[in-house]
Nanobody
Framework: QVQLVESGGGLVQAGGSLRLSCAAS????????MGWFRQAPGKEREFVAA????????YYGDSVKGRFTISIDNAKNTVFLQMNSLKPEDTAVYYC????????????????WGQGTQVTVSA
């Protein structure tokens, strides 16, 4: 099991930036990739971004392409999500997750989840 702790959420104005961090501990060698998902009130959990630990595969959700960047510091077992040009529709709870499965766009392929961090973008 991998333990994940997110940080970096908060309140920002539209057009601003935030960087989320996710510190992984435990059996990280058992995970294949790391991903970020988000969930807004009344909506389903949405894929945001994913990257393998090796860096060989990288994906972004259509709504964040060109604005968000996922990166991994392998030495520190930490995953980052740099979010630029934020929009009010980016408001959600953001979750970090560790994937054991191959399809990185599907939430059910992720075995471990963090507690989530709130991101609120004001207009």
């Amino acid at each position: 099991q991998v333990q994940l702790v997110e940080s970096g959420g908060g309140l920002v104005q539209a057009g601003g930036s935030l960087r989320l961090s996710c510190a992984a501990s435990g059996r990280t060698f058992g995970s294949y990739a790391m991903g970020w998902f988000r969930q807004a009130p009344g909506k389903e959990r949405e894929f945001v971004a994913a990257k393998t630990w090796s860096g060989s595969r990288l994906y972004y959700g259509d709504s964040v392409k060109g604005r968000f960047t996922i990166s991994i510091d392998n030495a520190k077992n930490t995953v980052f999500l740099q979010m630029n040009s934020l929009k009010p529709e980016d408001t959600a709870v953001y979750y970090c997750a560790a994937a054991g499965g191959y399809d990185l766009l599907r939430a059910d392929n992720y075995d471990s989840w963090g507690q989530g961090t709130q991101v609120t973008v004001s207009a």
